[in-house]
């Protein structure tokens, strides 16, 4: 079950904690991964790592030049593009009447945008070779809001409606898009919170702790697989029962 | 007929699967041969790929009939 073998993936943000467990999970179903991020050295410890079957692309997704160059960049490297995970993501977390146009812009940019050009980008080849998964990470407060969070919310609710209407688009092709949506995981994100916020956090999640990278991994290696070929437009919730939507 | 209209009569009938009697010049893709909006848009990457040229998406939207497409490419291929 779940063998991508022959399959090339491309997840972005794969310098950062849930980015790499997804681009371990793929590597290791069989996949050939191109790894994109801005923190070039991660990427190469992560390829070294992996050995095989990798390629690194460096790219920062604010600058819409690389974002554009990024697909073409990996269907070069791979000969093609079966799967794109859309992971990368940044937050500007402020109160709202404080929050500054650059932190709205730059979050909807990042997490929002160069989702929409990448995804337009990638599913190009995939209807060409009628088979294409798009998988892309949201978040639960893009469901249920959170506070100092509007921004990133927008963006990762955007996310969850482009997943739906590009679904509908290209579901007679054989691709699937489909998204995730992870509640409370330990990575460098949630690391900053302090012991109090923690605590308050634990107390709205029924399994009582947070999830972890390779949980979200997991959900994406189902979703990229043939096995789940008529599962689409679905935001698939990986947070603890924290949020049952 | 030219040669660039057979090609593109051949890619039609192979895409949309009608017969080639139907493929006349002044034949709609969408009204009079059945494509939905996303057929029209593989069957701009299927010229572009038969014929070697980019089709850029102002162009992409004049190209309705089999006709619009020969003469595209009459002018822009080869």
């Not at chain 1, 949506?181 to 702790?209: C, H, W, Y």
């Amino acid at each position: 079950m779940f063998d991508l073998t022959g399959k090339a993936a491309l997840v972005t943000g794969a310098s950062g904690g849930i980015g790499e467990a997804i681009a371990r999970a793929l590597h290791r179903q069989g996949a050939t991964v191109a790894i994109s991020g801005t923190r070039a050295e991660r990427l190469e410890t992560l390829a070294a790592e992996l050995g095989e079957r990798v390629h690194i692309c460096v790219a920062n997704l604010a600058d819409r030049e690389a974002v554009d160059g990024l697909v073409p960049a990996a269907e070069a490297a791979m000969g093609q593009l079966d799967i794109l995970v859309n992971n990368a993501g940044i937050t500007r977390d402020n109160i709202f009447m404080r929050m500054k146009d650059e932190e709205w812009d730059q979050v909807l940019e990042v997490n929002l945008s160069a989702a929409f050009r990448l995804s337009r980008a990638a599913v190009k080849g995939m209807m060409r070779r009628r088979f294409g998964r798009i998988i892309s990470i949201t978040s639960v407060v893009g469901v249920t809001g959170n506070p100092g969070q509007a921004n990133y919310a927008a963006a990762k609710a955007g996310m969850i409606g482009m997943t739906k209407s590009v679904a509908r688009e290209v579901a007679s092709r054989n691709i699937t898009v489909n998204a995730i949506a992870p509640g409370f995981i330990e990575t460098a994100m949630t690391d900053v919170l302090n012991d109090k916020q923690r605590e308050s956090i634990l107390q709205s999640v029924p399994a009582g702790r947070l999830g972890t990278s390779s949980e979200i991994a997991a959900a994406t290696v189902y979703l990229a697989s043939e096995e789940a070929g008529y599962v689409t437009g679905q935001t698939l919730h990986v947070n603890g029962g924290m949020a049952m939507i | 007929m030219s040669d660039i209209a057979d090609r593109v009569k051949k890619i039609v009938v192979e895409h949309l699967g009608v017969d080639t009697d139907k493929v006349a010049d002044d034949a709609s893709f969408i009204d009079d041969l059945g494509a939905d909006s996303l057929d029209t848009v593989e069957l701009v990457m299927a010229f572009e790929e038969e014929f070697g040229v980019e089709i850029p998406d102002d162009a992409a939207e004049t190209i309705l009939t089999v006709g619009d497409a020969v003469r595209f490419l009459e002018k822009n291929a080869g």
